[in-house]
Each structure stands twice: as C-alpha cells, then as structure tokens.
C-alpha cells in the first residue's frame, strides 16, 4: 500500500505510522509517477486537490487532510468515487485562537506600527526622538466588548483568552449555545447586526462556505463602530477585501488584523501600505507543536481508516 503525502511535513508526528511500517510513503512534489497508484493521500490545506488529480488516483481509498478546512478538495468527485475524507480540527484550535488573541492585542495597542516607527530611526542618531507621554496612544482591550462570528471551538477558545483579559463577549453563531457553555465565558448571544454595532472587536471564527462568501462588505464594515477593529483568522474570502480597503482608508472602522486573504496567496497592495493594519501569511496553526499534533492526528485517522474504526475518525465525507 503506497501513502502520498502532498508536502513535506514533521517526520515524528508520523511515528506511528512508522513504527507499524504501515505503507510506502511517496511525496507528490517528487515529480514520480508512484503517487498515482496510492491508496491514501495526505494532502495540506494549502495543496489544491482537484478533481483531475483524484481521477489520476485509481486506487484512491482515504484522503487524510491536515488541517481543518477542506475546501481544498474536490469533494463531489471523492463522493462519486466512494472517497472517504478526514481532517485535523481539534489540533487547529488552541493556536488558531492564540494568534486572533495576538492580533487583536496588536492592532490595539499598535505594537507592528510601534515597532515600524522604531526601527526607521535613523541610525546615526543616538536616541530615539518619538517619546512623548501624550504620544504613541493606542487602546486596551480591557472593558472592551468583543464579538464573536463562530462560537465554535476556536471562538471559544478566544472568548477564554478574552474574558481572562476583561473583555465582554457577544456571539452570533449558527444556533444557540447550550446555557452552560455560554455560562462558562459570560458570553451573550445576539443577532449579527446588533453584533456588528455594539462590538469593538469583531473576530470571524467560522468555517467557509458558499453562503457566508463575503459576509462582512460595505453595509456590514459601515454598522460597525467607528473605532472597532476586525479580526480574521478563518477564511479571506469571509471579507470583501476590496470595501475593507476603502472602510480604513476613510476611516469606517478604526483598523484590521488578518491572516487570511480573499485573493491568497495574492495580498492587495493597498493593505500593505496602511498603517492601521496587521497581516500575517496564513499561519493561524503554525507551530512546531500544532503542526506535529496536526501530523499525530493525520495518524490517528489513518490507523482508524485501516482498522474500520468510523468512530475514530474526523470524518469529512
């Protein structure tokens, strides 16, 4: 049985692959022809599965996806072929949650921008001459209210960094949370609007779908407050980078922070040159820990598929 693996990831999250000496492991990247008659592929979330690719995969049985997302899969030709699909999305959440947290913190207190203006010192003066005690101003997130858009695992897990740091949380999610979960990080449920217009924060935590393609646009960036931020950590094209652009410019809402982008790996040149902008380059779940945890999961779902274990599995599809 031959593994094709998409991209090159942490050897040790695959141990016990190793160790049983379940299959032969291929890499795509190879340029080999040996990844076409394996019946598993392990493809990242980065790595376009198209439906051309599945059909030159003959013997394909399991597609263990690393990461959360599957949009990068073709899933109507898995379905039609009887494709099973997997993905890692327990291991996401703690880091996916810990970088919003860090987004938000940096575009409030305007720690990239801070650090832009230090470094352009130039260097033949000794001291730096931006000091000023009514200089440098920037907001807490303390007393803020922050608003959730996907209370699921990852909201969660922010709304825990959030209500640990004083911060009071709204969500809008799908359904309702059961009463003990809301309980549990004082979190109030509200419709989107009143979200968008009483939040100072707006996180999107959800998973992308056709349906919420462009969720927040020109009529959803002008509800919100003029000194709120958005943050993205899910989905660029959750965001109509396009009217975010023109929001910040003339200043709708006060600034953004984003790991993801509607056009990616393309980044609009006109987020790079603003000031009340964060951008990190889609690394939500890269750490060597999540990535390996990542990996570990990858393993489980394999071992699972192996032995017919449905129940031990992150099923997809």
Not at 111 to 133: C, I, L, M, N, T
Not at 178 to 199: H, N, R
Not at 234 to 249: D, F, N, P, S, T
Request: glycine fraction near 8%; include cysteine.
């Amino acid at each position: 049985m031959k593994i094709a693996f998409t991209t090159e990831l942490p050897k040790e999250g695959f141990r016990r692959l190793a160790e049983r000496g379940v299959g032969e492991w291929v890499l795509v990247e190879d340029m080999r022809e040996e990844w076409k008659e394996a019946e598993i592929l392990v493809s990242t979330f980065d790595y376009h599965v198209p439906r051309e690719m599945i059909e030159a995969m003959p013997h394909l049985r399991l597609i263990a996806n690393f990461g959360a997302g599957y949009n990068n899969i073709d899933l109507d030709a898995c379905r039609e072929r009887g494709i099973r699909v997997t993905n890692t999305p327990q291991p996401v959440v703690e880091p996916t949650a810990e970088l919003a947290f860090a987004l938000m913190i940096d575009v409030a207190r305007r720690v990239s921008e801070f650090d832009r203006a230090v470094r352009s010192q130039p260097s033949e003066v000794s001291h730096f001459e931006g000091f000023g005690v009514m200089r440098n101003l920037s907001h807490s997130l303390y007393g803020k209210t922050l608003g959730i858009i996907g209370m699921g695992r990852i909201g969660q897990a922010l709304a825990r960094r959030a209500l640990a740091s004083g911060m009071r949380i709204l969500y809008f999610n799908r359904h309702k949370l059961p009463v003990e979960i809301e309980q549990k990080y004082e979190a109030t449920y509200v419709d989107f609007q009143t979200l968008l217009q009483d939040s100072d924060f707006v996180s999107l935590n959800l998973p992308y779908t056709p349906e919420v393609h462009h969720l927040i646009g020109k009529p959803e960036l002008g509800m919100m407050k003029r000194s709120a931020y958005l943050i993205n950590t899910a989905r660029g094209a959750h965001v109509h980078e396009e009217a975010l652009v023109e929001a910040l410019k003339s200043g709708i809402i006060a600034g953004a922070a984003m790991d993801v982008y509607e056009h990616e790996p393309a980044i609009s040149s006109e987020l790079l040159t603003l000031p009340n902008v964060v951008l990190s380059p889609h690394t939500g779940t890269g750490t060597w820990e999540g990535r390996i945890a990542m990996c570990e999961n990858v393993t489980d779902n394999i071992l699972a598929f192996l032995q017919n274990d449905l129940h031990g599995m992150n099923i997809v599809l």
